[in-house]
């Protein structure tokens, strides 16, 4: 069974930042992936005690946390029995940190700050595939639910919740159909505008978005990453050390 619409992925548990269900796709096999086992979202910081009970209903197994060890120092996820299965896998792309050094005080235009999004996803598709190998793994160790995310739960989520539906099968289509479905995620701009005014920083309109929204561009840069440096999903699953036998478990387990 399908979501009825894109807004019945996006999961309300209370204090979470863009938290969705990103299975419920049809595939290439004719089956449609599961819902209610693969999760996104951003950082968990801010979670409620009503949220954590929320959490706990979606039985998840295990977290994989992409943040730089710098945000996790700063923005760290609550330390409760419910988040004791996460795995930390920092993942932190060098051009994010010349963005976010600039781009509150209006350093760059809009297609360089376009630029810079796509030169990240590229980044973080091409010379990360250490670290996206151990969120698969993660993913195949685990029975229960898994959960990915990062601050914003957008681009190193984005991509790594991407290479996950391609593997199983989902169409680029639909793919980038999820992955634009952050836009619609509200909390994600006003929290964010809220957290840097307590930190005395005020952000222009054209600078909150480059940070809490994607476009259509910074994935196909960090596909066409994939595509021209490993030859496509088949080549970036094996550069990820995932064996065939283990993605036909995925495929058993995940695909229905």
Do not use: W
Not at 217 to 244: D, H, R
Request: some cysteine; hydrophobic content about 40%; overall charge negative.
């Amino acid at each position: 069974m399908t979501f009825q619409n894109p807004s019945d992925r996006f999961i309300g548990l209370e204090g979470s930042l863009n938290f969705r269900d990103f299975g419920g796709y049809p595939t290439a096999s004719g089956g449609h992936v599961i819902k209610g086992r693969l999760f996104r979202c951003g950082m968990l910081t801010d979670v409620t005690a009503g949220g954590v009970k929320e959490f706990q209903a979606l039985n998840i197994g295990v977290i994989c946390d992409l943040r730089g060890t710098d945000e996790v120092a700063l923005y760290p996820t609550p330390n409760l029995p419910s988040f004791d299965c996460q795995k930390h896998i920092p993942i932190a792309p060098g051009t994010s940190s010349d963005l976010r050094g600039s781009v509150s005080m209006g350093q760059h235009s809009a297609a360089e700050r376009s630029a810079f999004m796509q030169e990240i996803t590229r980044e973080i598709a091409c010379e990360h595939v250490a670290a996206y190998a151990q969120m698969f793994r993660a993913l195949i160790t685990t029975e229960q639910g898994f959960l990915v995310h990062c601050m914003a739960g957008k681009d190193r989520t984005g991509f790594g919740v991407a290479v996950i539906q391609l593997m199983l099968g989902v169409s680029e289509t639909l793919v980038m159909a999820d992955y634009l479905l952050t836009n619609e995620a509200s909390e994600l701009m006003t929290r964010t505008r809220d957290r840097m005014r307590e930190q005395g920083i005020e952000i222009d309109a054209a600078s909150l978005e480059v940070i809490t929204q994607v476009k259509r561009e910074y994935l196909e840069a960090a596909l066409t990453g994939l595509k021209s440096e490993f030859g496509g999903i088949e080549g970036y699953l094996e550069a990820a050390a995932v064996l065939p036998a283990e993605r036909t478990e995925l495929l058993h387990r995940l695909v229905v």
